[in-house]
T-cell receptor, first 111, second 114 residues
Framework: AQTVTQSQPEMSVQEAETVTLSCTYDTSESDYYLFWYKQPPSRQMILVIRQEAYKQQNATENRFSVNFQKAAKSFSLKISDSQLGDAAMYFCALTGNQFYFGTGTSLTVIP | DVKVTQSSRYLVKRTGEKVFLECVQD?????MFWYRQDPGLGLRLIYF???????EKGDIPEGYSVSREKKERFSLILESASTNQTSMYLC?????????????FGSGTRLTVV
């Protein structure tokens, strides 16, 4: 069975600083995708970044990057130069025969 | 941009009522999903559909049913609403069953059952 674990229910970061959100997962599949979604107070889930498991290169989208450690089944999200608009709930997700979501990390950005 | 529209942002219903939550997507996606979101539990899959008139149970289908008469519309039905169904409900769609492109989500319906 596929599982996704986010062990940090809440995190905070000073504006302009860097923060890393953790995610570990378990799957028996050899080919899968990993995602980070952001849910701001508006509730609209937004895709932040996507990683294909067969690619060793870590995905990057502007200030967002991942550290994908396939052997360790770890998929952390790094947010650089944090902005007030980054404050949101962040969900890690894994594909299988459906999407499997973690329980989320609530990120607060301190001005 | 693909849009997934949930008809109601907030709903308040009484215990025992039959409740319909509607979801419409405008990009011809085959796959549609209903999740409920609760604090500390993340998103849990209720039902999903890979095609018109097709439905599959997710992880927590009890107390719910679904209808997909047209490709673009996927309805979640609470046959007899109960207070433990108070939650945020999210609809999502995707083009490929491999989910490689990810989901597109609606903006959620916050349902309160009193």
């Amino acid at each position: 069975a596929q599982t996704v674990t986010q062990s940090q229910p809440e995190m905070s970061v000073q504006e302009a600083e860097t923060v890393t959100l953790s995610c570990t997962y378990d799957t028996s599949e050899s080919d899968y995708y990993l995602f980070w979604y952001k849910q701001p107070p508006s509730r609209q889930m937004i895709l932040v970044i996507r990683q294909e498991a067969y690619k060793q290169q870590n995905a990057t989208e502007n200030r967002f990057s991942v550290n994908f450690q396939k052997a360790a089944k770890s998929f952390s999200l790094k947010i650089s130069d944090s902005q007030l608009g980054d404050a949101a709930m962040y969900f890690c997700a894994l594909t299988g025969n459906q999407f499997y979501f973690g329980t989320g990390t609530s990120l607060t950005v301190i001005p | 941009d693909v849009k997934v529209t949930q008809s109601s942002r907030y709903l308040v219903k009484r215990t025992g009522e039959k409740v319909f939550l509607e979801c419409v997507q405008d990009m011809d996606h085959e796959n549609m999903f209903w999740y409920r979101q609760d604090p500390g539990l993340g998103l849990r899959l209720i039902y999903f559909s890979y095609d018109v008139k097709m439905k599959e149970k997710g992880d927590i289908p009890e107390g719910y049913s679904v209808s997909r008469e047209k490709k673009e519309r996927f309805s979640l039905i609470l046959e007899s609403a109960s207070t433990n169904q108070t939650s945020m409900y999210l609809c999502a769609s995707s083009l490929y069953t491999a989910f490689s492109a990810g989901y597109t989500f609606g903006s959620g319906t916050r349902l309160t059952v009193v």
